[in-house]
């Protein structure tokens, strides 16, 4: 199986109040069948009335950690896309809340890879964020943020690599 067909008829609703961001996303993502929403209200219905393999949830304009809390209690994996919510805040605040990525705008182009890896890391029951460490090593947030971005919650990112460490020994260990 090659790694694209990962993404062959998967369903995924993309949320964003910008629509060249959807078509966009309807270009890179042309392999899935593709449920496009721009409010919340919209997104909400949808969430509540349909299943989905995996949402893309704006952060800004369409309340995404407000969706973010209704595809988490169905299930539904969730990836946060923002460009103006692009903050080490947010960062924390994606991964406490159950998203399973953030993925900054400017990494559009991007998103059928960062999405496979997420679909991978979900069949091997890996952590959705070791590619994610992986592909936006801290250089990308660095030039973003500076060099101690992470300061602000010293505790919070060592938890979050010895959970991830753990998970890639147990995978290992399973392997």
């Known amino acids: 199986m090659s790694d694209s067909s990962l993404l062959n008829g998967k369903k995924i609703l993309i949320v964003d109040d910008e629509p060249d961001v959807l078509e966009v996303l309807e270009e890179f993502l042309s392999m899935c069948e593709l449920v496009k929403a721009s409010t919340y ?52 605040r994606s991964i406490k809340e159950g998203a399973a990525s953030y993925i900054p705008k400017d990494e559009i182009t991007n998103i059928a890879d960062f999405l496979i890896e997420i679909f991978k890391a979900q069949e091997e029951g890996k952590s959705t964020w070791e590619p994610w460490q992986e592909r936006l090593p801290s250089s990308y947030f660095e030039r973003k943020w500076g060099a101690a971005w992470q300061d602000t919650d010293k505790e919070f990112w060592e938890k979050f690599r010895v959970s991830l460490r753990s998970r890639q020994s147990q995978s290992k260990k399973n392997d």
Not at 43 to 69: H, N, R, T
């Open 41 to 92: 209200e919209e997104a909400k219905e949808l969430l509540e009335s349909q299943d989905f393999d995996m949402a893309i949830l704006d952060i800004m304009g369409v309340d995404g950690y407000g969706l973010l809390d209704i595809a988490r209690q169905k299930k539904i994996t969730a990836v946060m896309l923002t460009a103006h919510a692009l903050t080490p805040d947010n960062v924390v």
